[in-house]
């Protein structure tokens, strides 16, 4: 295994606070932006913190490092290029691509059933899944009998995967995948009622999913129960009036508010949406510049969530995050060979609050095909992807090698740092995953029809990981060591809970310590569905001695804040994240 680092000093740097703004049209217009003049009242963080829970104080100033992180080539072969990943609570990240092309690089073993092809009456005998081992590489084999090109997925209440739509056979098929060594797909054909093809699934705050849109589906409907099936879907006419000559409304960004409303995002306009009732309740401002849905591909994600622990809000701020893209003619343009520069600015948005503007500011570098991953600090991991194109096989152009870390909570336009890139292009269909080490895993990158190795893009089957620049070794003993045997592992939702930490530094108090929770995101093409990063209230902070730290957590509230299911809990000591264990939230 290959291991890089970027080693200097380290040193201390104050933490600064956010300042944005908001401002909300009811129509769709694409000239309203914010100015760091306006008042910050806005009903993010950082404005009503102070005002609404009690005053709490601000957190210890992180320890940084200039340290720009590290890359471990973790696996040469994982079987199957990794359109599609998930970490699941046992510790296995699944990873499949489509079936559609009949072979992968590992074959059914003896004894698993080959797939019979519907369309040719083929019989296919390659592996288009697996379960990857995060800590040994080994890859456990699972069977797929339809298609599950360009399809979503999410984490049911106990750790399954439940995965929807895909391609031809797959596109109504809604398949289960429990969280267990020898445990294999099994899949409900038809069970949805309308195909879903590059569709998002969003979890629901009683852990039920939503699935929207799809390849010329306007509508939305609910994943049913395994075993059952859809009669019913529900118009969505946002999704019609955001398709463009070459869609760029497909996988829409979509996520769930803190007041149980669901935030869409589809090609440069965005609204809030009572799915129950089938209303829109919000249309933002649209966001100028380019569109940031595939096939132009940006990125986005729920900034986290701050609770405290004498929480009184009524409304729990949610902030969205949106970056990258393409111009909305960049597909066009790459048909003829003519790769246009992704876009590269970012734009934030409170979504909850009254006056609603994105505030806009611009990235180290393009990006289109990019991930965007929450870490256990709350800080945001840009990587993989590409300088120019779309997405679309042999679309883009000029790998982006070098993941960026952004601050939401830094000064506007002081937010970026370039970290150390790598030396395997990760573009069209690549995947990541937030490990538990707080390690991010990397794989996948296919931008052929077919697995093709003697091309300027080979069909990549390499896993990385990266560590980022909060484990420079010269933190190691400012890390928390968590003690699973004294922290509480199923948690009630508003409940106090105790969490137990060995932690070698003089003296610990509660500015210092952070608990984070992290639903696990399923990445493909570019969208990270269902991430989501909670900072819980924290009661108190007690040392019986010997560098034990017993901390006082209260759960999140509600499943508007925190869906039903399985998270992993993270103790951040000043910026340095520990181990983290699984936790399942009811």
Not at 110 to 127: A, I, K, L, S, Y
Not at 351 to 376: C, F, N, Q
Not at 532 to 557: M, Y
Request: net charge neutral; charged share 20%; hydrophobic share 40%.
């Amino acid at each position: 295994m290959a291991l890089l680092f970027n080693n200097k000093t380290f040193f201390l740097l104050s933490l600064l606070f956010v300042s944005t703004l908001a401002d909300e049209d009811s129509s769709f217009p694409s000239n309203v932006f914010g100015t760091d003049s306006e008042p910050v009242d806005d009903g993010t963080i950082n404005s009503v913190v102070h005002k609404k829970a009690g005053n709490a104080p601000p957190d210890n100033p992180p320890l940084t490092t200039d340290n720009k992180g590290g890359w471990e080539l973790f696996s040469e072969n994982s079987g199957v290029s990794a359109m599609h990943s998930i970490l699941l609570p046992n510790n296995k990240v699944v990873m499949y691509d489509a079936t559609i092309w009949e072979i992968s690089a590992m074959k059914l073993p003896p004894g698993m059933p080959c797939r019979h092809v519907e369309q040719n009456g083929d019989t296919d005998c390659w592996c288009h899944a697996i379960m990857f081992d995060i800590e040994t590489g080994d890859r456990q084999p699972l069977t797929l009998h339809t298609d599950t090109w360009c399809s979503s997925g999410a984490l049911d209440v106990d750790g399954n995967l439940v995965g929807t739509g895909g391609d031809k056979t797959g596109s109504r098929t809604v398949r289960y995948l429990k969280a267990c060594d020898k445990c294999d797909w099994k899949e409900d054909k038809d069970a949805l009622k309308d195909p879903r093809w590059y569709a998002t699934t969003v979890t629901m705050g009683d852990g039920s999913f939503v699935i929207f849109g799809g390849r010329g589906v306007f509508t939305y409907e609910y994943i049913p129960p395994e075993g059952q099936y859809n009669k019913q879907s529900f118009p969505l006419p946002f999704l019609r009036e955001t398709f463009d000559p070459v869609e760029n409304n497909l996988y829409p960004f979509a996520h769930l508010s803190t007041d149980g409303n669901i935030f869409i995002f589809a090609n440069d306009r965005s609204i809030l949406l009572d799915a129950k009732a089938n209303k829109i309740i919000t249309r933002f401002p649209a966001l100028p510049g380019g569109a940031r849905c595939y096939p132009s591909s940006g990125m986005s994600a729920l900034l986290p969530i701050r609770l405290f622990a004498d929480e009184t809000r009524k409304v729990i701020p949610a902030e969205v995050l949106v970056c990258g893209g393409s111009t909305h003619d960049g597909y066009n343009k790459a048909e003829k060979n003519i790769f246009v520069p992704a876009l590269d600015d970012c734009a934030r948005m409170t979504i909850t609050s009254p006056k609603a503007v994105w505030k806009k500011e611009t990235m180290p570098s393009p990006r289109v095909l990019g991930d965007m991953m929450i870490l256990p600090t709350g800080d945001i991991l840009m990587l993989n992807g590409a300088k120019k194109g779309t997405a679309a096989w042999n679309y883009a152009k000029e790998p982006n090698f070098t993941p960026v870390l952004y601050k939401p909570k830094a000064k506007r336009h002081n937010r970026f740092e370039v970290l150390l890139p790598s030396n395997i292009p990760r573009m069209y269909h690549s995947s990541s995953a937030v490990l538990p080490d707080a390690r991010v895993l990397v794989a996948g990158s296919n931008t052929n029809n077919g697995y093709l190795h003697n091309v300027e893009f080979p069909t990549e089957l390499r896993v990385e990981k990266f560590a980022p620049p909060y484990l420079d070794p010269r933190l190691s003993q400012y890390r928390p060591e968590i003690i699973p045997a004294a922290t509480q592992t199923k948690l009630k939702f508003g409940a106090d809970f105790d969490v137990q930490v060995k932690l070698t530094v003089d003296k610990v108090v509660k500015a210092d310590i952070k608990v984070t929770i992290y639903a696990p995101a399923f990445t493909t093409h570019g969208i990270s569905m269902n991430q989501r990063l909670v900072i819980l209230g924290v009661k108190d902070v007690v040392s019986p001695g010997l560098s034990i730290q017993n901390i006082k957590v209260v759960a999140p509230p509600s499943g508007n804040i925190a869906p039903q299911g399985y998270y992993l809990l993270f103790v951040v000591y000043r910026g340095i994240p520990s181990k983290a264990v699984w936790v399942q939230l009811k």
